[in-house]
């Protein structure tokens, strides 16, 4: 009797599964696919080594319920119909099958990643050659990029930037001070090698392309060093140097590339001085050291790193009190340092603070779904945004994947003062919009932001030639030998259509390996673990409230270069002390 309650509860689910696949991803019941999954997963997780422990099952409900949403949501025009009782049905079914998928998946795939390492059985002995091959490696296959867009490739925003550093425009932390400050730094150098600013970007480029390739070259070696299988670093180091879009990132001024390169130093050194053997101390201190340097480029480079710091800090208490108090030092002072220079160093040197508009990004794109679908909206909300906004060309200028056309007509507006002073009152107005049109809200939101948390979205991932200007910019090739610029400019356009590699230029694909990474960490109940992608989750979290663009690579770049160590961080189980020398 127990036996045929079994089966018919596997038939059952395999069911609802094949439903859930069908229904959210438009295809017919009789579709192979949603078949294959269906019996498919059944079958995978039929012979589990064993009950999970209750962790594990926790971690695995979580990350399912939150995957099946994500997937839900991401494809709504398959499932949302007129009738509203029909839609919220759909929805039920849909997610109640998937969220049985996701957690039989990631039960099962979670009981073989505690029996999975990459460490190596002998400690490695040299490593240094590995960092100057990977080094010279890197710069190899980025050279043809380098030269093919010379002299480098600036955007507005680049452009923007380059002027105020030749004091054509008044200096704006729009874009991060600090990141103008290194720009001026480097393009001034440049213009002292004949005077024209063509060169002066190419220097730039040139030195940002050779730093990026160190910290990259650096992170190989690193990883290495604290024990793990040379194969994986070989990989790594293949990756850091094959794919496109890290050449790309490599010549363009812009602050998400030196953000991404900080990003990765600061994770890597923090794995470092927490396995690191302590008795060195010497050696130790210096990490300490490159750890509060690189918390402070994470700080001012980029604004939702100075939130995700501030955030991290009470768990790195928790964490490190103990054991590590010159690493939590290290991360405090970063953050009180960051804390002065964006506030009173900023303030002295009369810098333009960021638009307060420009945060508002998702709740802006949610107000103006209600408007443009006719939604419930009272005379004196109205009446209280056009005070900030010309309300009648909202529905003519909102695009429901970049926010940035409703954010230009509230400054056009000029009026963000009156924003600032009745932000209670904007906060109660949002709210009550979302209490009479809920529907309309979860639409903007996830048209705004599901590339992001889902998969299977395809946007562009990097510029391919300098934006309009009046600076006398624009890309000329130096790459004129045929047999290297024609296979270069074909995996430059074919990369992303790897299987496999298609993944790294998908940054829901990549939020998700982040998710469940840390959810691992969790799992193994290791709190260095979890401190070290701690910070990913956060700029994870911290970008999905506040992106101006559905999906774009560039904002989470940072956790595009990281993965490599947070997989090495995951799967190191033996947690070698490492002795610097």
Known sequence: MKNAIRVAARIARSVLILAAVAK??????????????????????????????????????????????????????NIFRPMMLDTWLLIALCLAGLFLLYWMLLEWLYGRVGKCSLNEKSPPKRTWPLFLISFGATLLCWLPYYLAFFPGISNDDSNWQIRQLLGIEPLSNHHPIAHTMLLKLLVQSGLKLDGTLMTAVAWTSGL?????????????????????????CVIAAALFAILPYHAMYAITLWKDTWFGVLFLLFSVTLWTVLIQDKAKKAAYYIQCAVLFLSGVGVCLFRTNGFYLMIVALPFAVWAFFKKDKPALAACVVAVAVSAVVLGPVYNKISAKPVDPIEFLSVPVQQISRVITDNGQISAEDVALLNEIVDFDRIPSAYYNRISDNIKNLVREKDNQQFLLDHKGEYLSLWLRLGVRNPLHYIVAYTDGTYGFWYPDVSYWTFLVATETNDLGLANTSKLNAPIIGLPTIWWLENAHKVPVLNLLYSCGAIAWMVLILFGAAMIAKDRKKFMILLPGVLLWLTTIVTTPVFSQLRYIYALAVVLPVYFAVIFNKEEQKEKIT
């Open 24 to 77: 959210t991803f438009g295809m017919s019941y009789f579709h192979l696919l949603p078949l294959l999954v269906g019996v498919g997963s059944n079958i995978l997780t039929k012979k589990a080594p064993q009950r999970p422990e209750r962790r594990t099952r926790t971690v695995s409900i979580v990350l399912a319920a939150m995957f099946s949403v994500f997937t839900v949501f991401a494809n709504y025009s």
């Open 208 to 232: 940002q392309m050779i730093c990026v390739a160190l910290v990259f070259a650096y992170t190989v070696y690193r990883i290495r060093k604290n024990g793990i299988h040379s194969a994986f």
